[in-house]
């Protein structure tokens, strides 16, 4: 499957923020779903999740299972597990940490059910995982909140948790995943 | 829980409540819609790819930061047109974008970098995730229910946490 080129993906990313605003007065953000999802599911007592989640955030988990029904229509209609048309520079980098199967969007070497039997398979889905939501919940958003919408919108705030997703990302990329990838 | 509805007298209450559902539903599937449109975009850019992910924190394509400056482009741009011109949402109230409080700042570059650092394990930020699940990679049901997880975990150390 061959990239949409970035000239075309990002303009239409950026669109969602005043599609959104249009539709509803809504603030492009993903990641409020996942408190949205908590408070609607686990019983608790933490203020931070007492609140009308259906009114707050109803828009929200619409946009969220949306998003996933595209991915399906892509994975359906697409074929997304073609091999990766990737630079040759990081065709080296990731062979160098022992992935040897570029077909599909994610290194099935890395990714499967299978590799949850393994310490980097549960370091990478599970721990990777559990840094996403507390960390997107501490920083009061994601990509597409903060480093999307919080940039366009010239807001401070948003500029420094950018700068800290990509510190964290540096950090994840060139010690983390070398170390627990070795061979 | 308690739910307190208000109904005017002058209206049957039936009548209301069928059309205050309609409208919800019609409300959501709008949104469903606009996240459809968005999830096929994310996949076919292949911006919810391990892969592409590795290449931009390695610095070795410029894919990923073409699509993150040309969408902060187009949403600035759009923010500037919308208040140059006073455009209001469809049900006409004026379209407001609340600011963000730096307090401290700490939450912002600690919980980022924490964020930043799974984004890189995992390969893809919570609408990715939904997307790649969707594509048909199940094993990605495990990142989604850990990100619930920490969510719940930020949620219980609040209070503790500084801000």
Excluded at chain 1, 63 to 68: C, M
Excluded at chain 1, 140 to 151: D, V, Y
Excluded at chain 1, 174 to 180: E, K, N
Excluded at chain 2, 124 to 130: D, F, H, Q, S, W
Aim: proline residues 5%; contains cysteine; hydrophobic residues 50%.
């Amino acid at each position: 499957m061959t990239a949409w080129p970035w000239y075309v993906a990002g303009p239409l990313i950026g669109l969602f923020v005043p599609a959104l605003l249009v539709v509803g007065n809504r603030m492009f953000g993903i990641s409020s779903n996942l408190r949205h999802v908590c408070a609607a599911v686990l019983p608790t007592r933490a203020e931070y999740f007492r609140y009308d989640w259906r009114r707050t955030g109803g828009w929200n988990l619409a946009f969220a299972f949306g998003i996933l029904l595209g991915g399906a229509i892509v994975g359906l209609t697409a074929a997304p597990d073609g091999t990766m048309q990737l630079a040759s520079e990081a065709h080296v980098s990731m062979t160098a940490l022992g992935v040897t199967d570029f077909r599909g969007l994610v290194p099935r070497e890395l990714f499967s059910w299978t590799a949850l039997t393994t310490l980097p398979g549960v370091v990478m889905l599970s721990g990777g995982g559990l840094l996403i939501g507390f960390g997107t919940a501490y920083a009061g958003g994601c990509t597409s909140g903060h480093a999307i919408a919080g940039l366009a919108d010239l807001q401070t705030p948003s500029l420094v948790a950018t700068l800290g997703f990509f510190a964290g990302g540096l950090l994840g990329t060139w010690v983390v995943l070398p170390m627990l990838l070795r061979h | 829980m308690t739910i307190t509805l208000t109904v005017p007298t002058s209206v049957p209450s039936s009548a209301t409540d069928s059309t205050a559902i309609s409208r919800r539903v019609a409300g959501l599937l709008v949104y469903a819609t606009l996240g459809t449109l968005f999830g096929i975009v994310l996949t076919r850019a292949q911006v919810v790819s391990w892969f592409r992910i590795q290449e931009m924190f390695r610095f070795q394509s410029f894919h990923m930061f073409g699509v993150l400056g040309t969408a902060v482009l187009t949403a600035a741009l759009s923010l500037h047109l919308i208040r140059r011109f006073g455009v209001r949402s469809v049900d006409g109230t004026p379209i407001s974008v609340p600011a963000k409080a730096m307090g401290t700042g700490t939450r912002y570059w600690l919980g980022g970098s924490l964020f930043g650092l799974g984004w890189a394990l995992v390969g893809a930020c919570p609408g990715p995730l939904l997307a790649v699940l969707g594509s048909g990679v199940t094993v990605f049901l495990v990142p989604i229910l850990s990100a619930l997880t920490g969510t719940w975990l930020y949620g219980l150390l609040r209070p503790r946490l500084p801000h």
